[in-house]
């Protein structure tokens, strides 16, 4: 698959079919995720591939924002815990998320889908999976074979968030694209403003 189209096809996918997940897949997913960047090197992240449905039921009841449940963790067939080693490197975090874009990317890329769910009740889902006190759960990823087409999510315009040399400066084509798509009116005020420093 096209590096742009995994990119901007990726969704996050919430229904899933029954279907397990190979192990062997298991294996690809994690392999994507280990070859993204980490501060020299470090690598400090782990994964628990779960599959076992009464954890899924468990670590599902701790996944919810608010009185909002995330569903999926405990129907979809594979939920991916991502850890980071807080004792490993200042940039655990980072790198781990990094890994965990690689890994449903990847997922993506074999005809998965997948959702990086980000609410739950970490020490309790700690509990649940035994992970030792220095590990952050950064993230729960349920991956499955779709279900569902998503919608395409609304995203900012890269005109709203991209910024040249300094916050807030516009690049000089980008100002002089703006000059002429603007009416005679604006353009007049422009030019005094040039003129009369005004
Ligand atoms: C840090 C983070 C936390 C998230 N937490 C949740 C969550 O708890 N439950 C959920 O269903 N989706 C969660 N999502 C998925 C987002 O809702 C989703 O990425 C966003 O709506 C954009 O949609 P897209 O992934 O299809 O582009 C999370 C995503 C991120 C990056």
């Given at each position: 698959?096209?590096?742009?189209?995994?990119?901007?096809?990726?969704?996050?996918?919430r229904?899933?079919?029954?279907?397990?997940?190979?192990?062997?897949?298991?294996?690809?997913?994690?392999?994507?995720?280990?070859?993204?960047?980490?501060?020299?090197?470090?690598?400090?992240?782990?994964?628990?591939?779960?599959?076992d449905?009464?954890?899924?039921?468990?670590?599902?009841?701790?996944?919810?924002?608010?009185?909002?449940?995330?569903?999926?963790?405990?129907?979809?067939?594979?939920?991916?815990?991502?850890?980071?080693?807080?004792?490993?490197?200042?940039?655990?975090?980072?790198?781990?998320?990094?890994?965990?874009?690689n890994?449903?990317?990847?997922?993506?890329?074999?005809?998965?889908?997948?959702?990086?769910?980000?609410?739950?009740?970490?020490?309790?889902?700690?509990?649940?999976?035994?992970?030792?006190?220095?590990?952050?759960v950064?993230?729960?990823?349920?991956?499955?074979?779709?279900?569902?087409?998503?919608?395409?999510?609304?995203?900012?315009?890269?005109?709203?968030?991209l910024?040249?040399?300094?916050?807030?400066k516009?690049?000089?084509?980008?100002?002089?694209?703006?000059f002429?798509k603007?009416?005679p009116?604006t353009?007049?005020?422009?030019?005094?403003?040039?003129?009369?420093?005004?």
């Amino acid at each position: 698959m096209n590096i742009w189209e995994a990119i901007k096809k990726r969704r996050s996918v919430r229904s899933y079919q029954t279907k397990p997940i190979p192990e062997k897949i298991i294996y690809q997913l994690i392999d994507a995720a280990r070859w993204g960047p980490s501060g020299a090197n470090l690598q400090p992240w782990k994964f628990i591939a779960i599959t076992d449905p009464e954890i899924k039921k468990e670590i599902g009841k701790y996944a919810r924002f608010f009185f909002i449940k995330s569903y999926h963790i405990a129907e979809a067939p594979l939920v991916i815990a991502v850890l980071a080693d807080l004792n490993k490197s200042k940039w655990a975090v980072i790198d781990s998320s990094m890994a965990a874009q690689n890994l449903m990317l990847a997922a993506h890329s074999l005809g998965l889908g997948s959702c990086f769910v980000g609410y739950f009740a970490e020490e309790k889902i700690k509990k649940v999976l035994a992970i030792p006190a220095n590990f952050k759960v950064v993230g729960l990823i349920t991956v499955g074979f779709p279900a569902e087409k998503p919608s395409i999510p609304k995203r900012l315009d890269v005109k709203e968030i991209l910024f040249f040399d300094k916050f807030g400066k516009i690049s000089m084509t980008r100002k002089i694209l703006e000059f002429r798509k603007s009416g005679p009116l604006t353009i007049f005020k422009k030019v005094l403003k040039v003129i009369f420093r005004v």
